[in-house]
């Protein structure tokens, strides 16, 4: 079996690439590939694709992704984790009411700056090697979406949330903005991813091997095995009577996504990806 997907729980302190080669290893597969990186304190759900379902990657259903957060109120770090903590200080005590309002006027779109310890790319190099090589460097605005965001429990100094998110958001950042509204120094002191998407998997379970089909975002189309040699040569097929827009073709052994135009013509999007 050269083709997987699955979910696998990362634990803390091992980066996604390292936990990417056990899971390689595990499988006895070369080639792999994950779907969102994790930092390498955090834990959580890590959406693994091998073989070719690495070509899936850009279709899968991700969002919203979920996170449970700790943060620690009057620690300051560079990289706003534990990993790199340069101050603590004893902080005045919060009123729940107060952390809840401040947590929910959070929910909606919101420009901020990602951590200088992230993955985002200054001319050709990783923020986070250049940021612990003590360079200067700044990061532009970007902007992420908070669908939801509550508060879990809170045993001061430790704020526990959770928050549903887009991609490309950061929770560091999260905790970050929540403790500049509180008004004190902030850093998170546990991350744990818990889904991407209807994608998870528990701590205890470890390993999942998902389906793709049931996490693409696109209808089914039926009744298509007369299509079968056509389409396992990538020919051109018509498909007069079909609404436009992306569909997923099933066969025994393979499937394809497929994107039907207003002509009824065809075009291949990903195709004959193994069934498994």
């Not at 101050?87 to 951590?115: D, F, M, R």
């Amino acid at each position: 079996m050269e083709s997987l997907l699955v979910a696998a729980y990362k634990p803390p302190f091992i980066s996604s690439n390292a936990y990417l080669g056990r899971l390689k290893r595990h499988f006895g597969i070369k080639k792999g590939g994950y779907l969102g990186t994790l930092d390498p304190f955090a834990q959580g759900v890590l959406v693994v694709g091998f073989g070719s379902y690495t070509r899936l990657f850009p279709h899968l259903q991700k969002t919203p992704k979920v996170y449970r957060a700790t943060l620690w109120l009057g620690a300051k770090s560079l990289s706003l984790d534990i990993e790199n903590i340069t101050l603590v200080e004893c902080v005045k005590e919060q009123s729940k009411a107060h952390i809840s309002e401040i947590l929910e006027s959070l929910q909606g779109t919101l420009s901020y700056t990602p951590p200088k310890f992230s993955a985002r790319h200054i001319n050709g190099k990783r923020a986070y090697e250049l940021a612990r090589q003590g360079e200067e460097f700044e990061l532009s605005q970007t902007q992420m979406t908070i669908y939801d965001i509550k508060l879990l429990h809170y045993n001061h100094p430790f704020l526990h949330f959770e928050v549903s998110v887009s991609e490309g958001a950061y929770v560091r950042s999260i905790g970050m903005i929540i403790a500049e509204n509180l008004g004190v120094n902030g850093a998170l002191s546990h991350l744990e991813r818990v889904s991407e998407g209807e994608m998870s998997v528990s701590q205890t379970q470890g390993l999942k091997i998902l389906n793709p089909i049931e996490f693409l975002p696109y209808k089914r189309l039926e009744n298509m095995q007369k299509f079968y040699d056509d389409m396992y040569c990538g020919k051109k097929i018509l498909l007069k009577n079909t609404e436009k827009g992306k569909y997923i073709v099933c066969f025994d052994d393979f499937f394809s996504i497929i994107q039907v135009l207003s002509d009824g013509s065809v075009e291949y999007i990903v195709n004959r990806i193994e069934l498994c």
